[in-house]
């Protein structure tokens, strides 16, 4: 496995990707390349594309109305492009329409010992301190179930009530969420993927470019169009009883689809594409 260095927009890391995007396209030759485009990997697929690869770009599940940066720029290189909601249609008009993943598995009945409260922040380098300090504001009302498992990233919001991480390990964070009752997170795709994957419907709070918290405001988005569906329960300033009896209702049926999986979609185009060949 190689990992491409990390990539946050600064001109140094820029010049540092590129280069080790061209070293590793002249070792490997790729003749495909398949990638949701992210930092550093975009960067990859252009320098594969100049070298001759196709490149099949798969926007995140994370985009519901609009583009991630880094699709802009891998769409319009792609050789074939794939979406995960019908409203990506429009932004990427080339691309085929498939189930989003974060939907895959979802209605699975919660655990019979389920406990406590898990609070996710994600990954991202801004700190979320308005979710830490509305989640703390209830543990202190008594409004989420103890104990508290609270994973809050750079946040400096006092939160004692709580056991306090920084970040934990995916196996970690994978075990916590499966453990919880109740579940509060950041409006991500992968925390609320798994989350619903073991029948929780999150009590969600989008992150928001005017706090500073993102890039954009693709989470707002994404809790949005969750929470239409049920799926989600969405916060704006206020964590009270009414969500957390919310959160703990049984998820709804998945709709049924025509829609491809997005497995089945990406094999179908690599299949036309000539990946039984090579």
Wanted: hydrophobic letters at 50%.
């Amino acid at each position: 496995m190689t990992i491409l260095p990390k990539y946050e927009r600064h001109p140094r890391e820029l010049w540092e990707s590129v280069a080790a995007a061209v070293r590793l396209v002249r070792r490997d030759r790729p003749e495909i390349v398949v990638s949701t485009g992210a930092g550093s990997a975009a960067l990859y697929c252009a320098v594969a594309r100049a070298a001759g690869a196709q490149v099949v770009f798969a926007e995140t599940m994370a985009r519901v109305t609009g583009p991630s940066a880094s699709g802009r720029v891998t769409a319009r290189m792609a050789h074939a492009n794939l979406v995960q909601w019908p409203e990506m249609a429009t932004v990427y008009p080339r691309a085929r329409v498939c189930r989003p993943l974060l939907l895959e598995d979802v209605g699975a009945p919660l655990a019979d010992d389920v406990a406590g409260t898990l609070l996710i922040v994600g990954t991202h380098t801004a700190p979320f301190d308005r979710l830490v300090q509305i989640t703390a504001d209830a543990v202190r009302a008594g409004v989420l179930p103890a104990p508290i498992v609270a994973q809050v990233g750079p946040s400096t919001v006092a939160f004692p009530e709580a056991e306090v991480h920084e970040f934990l390990a995916p196996e970690v964070m994978s075990a916590a969420i499966a453990q919880a009752k109740v579940i509060v997170s950041h409006g991500g795709a992968g925390s609320l993927s798994a989350a619903l994957r073991t029948g929780h419907r999150p009590i969600v709070l989008g992150r928001a470019k005017a706090h500073g918290e993102h890039f954009d405001d693709h989470q707002q988005q994404l809790m949005a169009k969750l929470a239409a569906s049920d799926l989600v329960v969405a916060l704006d300033d206020r964590l009270g009883a009414e969500h957390v009896a919310s959160a703990l209702r049984p998820l709804p049926r998945p709709e049924s689809s025509t829609l491809p999986s997005l497995g089945d979609a990406l094999a179908e185009v690599l299949d036309g594409l000539g990946l039984a060949r090579l």
